[in-house]
């Protein structure tokens, strides 16, 4: 009996103290991976040589904030992938439960728009779990250093999720220009606001 009291309690510590799976944060080295392109082709971070470091955009088709958002994202690649810091933008939902999602559509979407940066299906979601995105659009800017590609932004892209009025405080274009001068992002984490993560149901 005192055995079985002992191997209980040892489980539940066990669950009790397991961390919990909440993705990356600053300071934390991100995974590289591979994930298919609309083009067809696979994209991991390795493949930019030349790099300084990315800014990882979870975006989607169907989501309202990521529409309003989308040629922000196209301007953020436009200004910073010239630079060394390239957009990688990840569709992280299952088209099964938003079908405005599914790779065909984000075809479309790429091409109508000219995305001028890879938009990559992650079909597992275990990239998105890894880094631990909520919504949709949210940003991770990662620096790349001999230790790895080491996470220096979390969160949205600017305050104005309204797309009402100019953004009075850019987190991203702040924390990249920092970056490139040798510097920490002075605000390095904020909320990201868009909608949720379309889950498998059997993930």
Known sequence: MKKLITLLMIAVAGVAFKPADSGYKVGDTATDFKLKNVNGKTVSLADY???????????????PYAKAYESRIMALDEEYAPKGYPVIAISPNDPVAEPTDSFENMQKLAKQKGYTFPYLIDETQDITRAYGAKATPHVYVLQ??????????IGAIDNDTENANPAKVKYVENAVNALL?????????????GCGIKWKKNA
Request: charged share 20%; net charge positive.
């Open 49 to 63: 040589k030349a790099a300084k470091g990315y800014i990882v955009v979870f975006t989607c088709n169907h989501c």
């Open 144 to 153: 790349k250093t001999p230790a790895g590609n080491v996470v220096k932004y």
């Open 181 to 193: 001068i040798g510097k920490q992002p002075e605000i390095s984490s904020t909320k990201a606001i």
